[in-house]
C-alpha cells in the first residue's frame, strides 16, 4: 500500500470511527425511540466500516484505533465536534452521510480490490443511513415553524465546517491518477453539494456552503479543540484494562 492510500484509508477510517462514536452518545437520550434504535444501528455499522478499513493497514486494529498520539488520527472537525443539541446532531449525521454515499461510490470501481469489496458492503448499508436521516431531516423542516428554523440553523453552521471532509490526504492526486479512487476531493465535494442541495430543496430550504465556519485541517493532523475530551472518552476503557482488545 503506497504511502497516498494509506493516508486515504487511514482519514477515512479515523472519521467512521469518531462518527460511530457520537451516534452511539445519542443511545438512550434520542428525543424519540424511532432515533434511539436508529442510532444504534448507525453507529454500529459506523464502526464496523471503521475496524474494516483498519485492517487493511496492519493486523494491530486496536493500536490504529485507539492507542495512537492523537496527532496521528486523521479525524475531520465535524465528526469531532460535540453536537449536544439534537438539531445539531442530525445535521451532522445528514451532511456527513451524504458525503459518505459520494466518498464510497468513489470507491466502488477502486483497483485496489480489498478496498473495492469494503466499498460495496459499506454503499449498501450507508444507502439506509442516507434514506432514513434524509427523511428526519425533512420530516423537520416540513414540522413546525420551531423544527424549521432549528434545523436550518444547524445545517448554516455546519455546512462549511463539513466540507473538512473533502480536505485532499496528501498525494491524493495519484490515487485518482491509479484507479484506486474514482474522484478526487474537488469532484467528491462537488458531487455531494448538488446532492445536499437537492434533498434540501425538495423541502423547500438552502443552505450556503461557504458561510462563515472552519473546516480544519484534519487530514493534516490538526486536532480539534474538542478531540481531547473525546479521546479520553473513547479510550475510558484502555484506561481500566491495557490489555483490552476491541
Keep these: 500500500m503506497s504511502d497516498a492510500l494509506r493516508e486515504y484509508v ?26 434511539d434504535l436508529a442510532y444504534a444501528s448507525i453507529a454500529q455499522d459506523e464502526l464496523g466500516h471503521a475496524r474494516a478499513l483498519y485492517g487493511l493497514l496492519g493486523d494491530e486494529v486496536d493500536v490504529l484505533a485507539f492507542r495512537r498520539p492523537p496527532g ?4 475531520c472537525r465535524l465528526v469531532e465536534l460535540p453536537c449536544v443539541e439534537w438539531e445539531s446532531s442530525l445535521a451532522r449525521h445528514f451532511l456527513y452521510d451524504l458525503a459518505e454515499r459520494v466518498r464510497w461510490e468513489s470507491l466502488a470501481t477502486s483497483s485496489h480490490p480489498a478496498l473495492a469489496g469494503i466499498a460495496a458492503k459499506a454503499a ?24 424549521r428554523r432549528r434545523v436550518l440553523a444547524a445545517l448554516e453552521e455546519l455546512a462549511p465546517v463539513a466540507r473538512g471532509l473533502f480536505e485532499p490526504a496528501p498525494g491524493a492526486g495519484s490515487l485518482v491518477a491509479d484507479g484506486v479512487v474514482g474522484r478526487g476531493p474537488a469532484e467528491e465535494e462537488s458531487a455531494w453539494r448538488l446532492g445536499v442541495s437537492g434533498e434540501l430543496a425538495a423541502a423547500g430550504a438552502a443552505v450556503d456552503f461557504e458561510g462563515p465556519g472552519d473546516p480544519g485541517a484534519g487530514r ?16 475510558s476503557v484502555l484506561a481500566l484494562d491495557p490489555e483490552a482488545a476491541w
Design 124 to 147: 449498501r448499508e450507508e444507502e439506509y443511513h442516507a434514506r432514513h436521516v434524509t427523511a428526519m431531516v425533512r420530516r423537520m423542516l416540513t414540522g413546525t415553524d420551531e423544527s
Design 72 to 75: 496521528e488520527y486523521r479525524s
Design 220 to 235: 493534516r493532523g490538526v486536532r480539534s479543540e474538542h478531540f481531547a475530551d473525546l479521546f479520553a472518552t473513547m479510550t
Design 10 to 35: 487511514l482519514a477515512f477510517a479515523d472519521d467512521e470511527l469518531v462518527m460511530g462514536h457520537r451516534h452511539s452518545e445519542w443511545l438512550g437520550i434520542a428525543p424519540f425511540l424511532e432515533e
